[in-house]
């Protein structure tokens, strides 16, 4: 795990802040083993945070936590923002309204992907239910022109992990503006809050491994780090041996 108490590759203490309560918060709900700046397979990115949870049955599950700290990290500065933000926020109630419908009308829908009921999912589009994908679609739409880039759209079109949260203060915190698919946790004193719930994204055990290396990679560049391990050391002590 990274030293999250030292700021050498200047990084803001806000930031350093944010990655420190969801590490908290993702060994808090079973995902004992985490690592920062992980680069993720089947991608070119780098998560702030990156965590796997074990399972005794089988591969594990894997987790993404994005750190935000300001507006401008999480939106576009073009000039049409404010109507784009406004039709979402129509939009992200008929989404609500749907799904507060689907789940009663529907009870099977719900998942059991989570150690914890209330954070359990529900598979809406198991139905294919009209109405509910244009309005999915739409919100997808709009997000991708409401935000600069395309990253978290691309981690859950790549199935870079189970679930993906965004960690950010409570005032950047808007429901219709997180991502579609992703969680959001709101900073809160100490601690982190589950402000809205992130969808469960079937992944290949191959890619949950692959997953789990680039944490022990991450971890193991940082241990030679701090024992001042070269290339060169390990060169010349495999000669040796």
Same mark, same amino acid.
């Given at each position: 795990?990274?030293?999250?108490?030292?700021?050498?590759?200047?990084?803001?203490?806000?930031?350093?802040?944010?990655?420190?309560?969801?590490?908290?918060?993702?060994?808090?709900?079973?995902?004992?083993?985490?690592?920062?700046?992980?680069?993720?397979?089947?991608?070119?990115?780098?998560?702030?945070?990156?965590?796997?949870?074990?399972?005794?049955?089988?591969?594990?599950?894997?987790?993404?936590?994005?750190?935000?700290?300001?507006?401008?990290?999480?939106?576009?500065?073009?000039?049409?923002?404010?109507?784009?933000?406004?039709?979402?926020?129509?939009?992200?109630?008929?989404? &609500?309204? *749907?799904? /507060?419908?689907?789940?009663?009308?529907?009870?099977? #829908?719900?998942?059991?992907?989570? $150690? !914890?009921? %209330?954070?359990?999912?529900?598979?809406?589009?198991?139905?294919?239910?009209?109405?509910?994908?244009?309005?999915?679609?739409?919100?997808?739409?709009?997000?991708?022109?409401?935000?600069?880039?395309?990253?978290? &759209?691309? *981690?859950? /079109?790549?199935?870079?992990?189970?679930?993906?949260? #965004?960690?950010?203060?409570?005032? $950047? !915190?808007? %429901?219709?503006?997180?991502?579609?698919?992703?969680?959001?946790?709101?900073?809160?004193?100490?601690?982190?809050?589950?402000?809205?719930?992130?969808?469960?994204?079937?992944?290949?055990?191959?890619?949950?491994?692959?997953? *789990?290396? /680039?944490?022990?990679?991450?971890?193991?560049?940082?241990?030679?780090?701090?024992?001042?391990?070269?290339?060169?050391?390990?060169?010349?002590?495999?000669?040796?041996?």
């Amino acid at each position: 795990m990274d030293s999250l108490g030292k700021n050498g590759g200047g990084e803001s203490e806000a930031h350093l802040r944010l990655k420190r309560l969801a590490i908290l918060w993702a060994q808090a709900h079973g995902y004992s083993i985490c690592a920062t700046e992980v680069t993720l397979p089947r991608c070119r990115y780098r998560a702030d945070v990156a965590a796997y949870r074990k399972d005794r049955h089988g591969v594990g599950s894997t987790s993404v936590f994005e750190c935000k700290q300001a507006r401008p990290d999480l939106r576009s500065d073009n000039g049409c923002a404010a109507a784009i933000s406004e039709r979402l926020t129509s939009v992200h109630r008929r989404r &609500e309204v *749907l799904e /507060r419908h689907l789940r009663i009308h529907y009870p099977a #829908l719900r998942v059991r992907d989570s $150690l !914890f009921e %209330e954070f359990d999912s529900h598979n809406f589009s198991a139905i294919e239910h009209r109405g509910y994908t244009r309005v999915v679609r739409e919100i997808g739409a709009l997000q991708n022109r409401l935000f600069d880039c395309t990253k978290f &759209e691309k *981690l859950v /079109r790549y199935r870079c992990a189970n679930l993906f949260f #965004l960690v950010m203060p409570p005032e $950047l !915190f808007r %429901e219709t503006e997180v991502p579609l698919g992703w969680g959001a946790l709101v900073e809160n004193g100490d601690e982190l809050v589950l402000a809205r719930k992130a969808t469960w994204h079937d992944v290949s055990e191959e890619n949950r491994l692959r997953f *789990l290396e /680039r944490i022990a990679m991450n971890a193991t560049r940082l241990t030679n780090r701090s024992f001042d391990i070269t290339f060169d050391a390990v060169q010349a002590a495999r000669c040796r041996s």
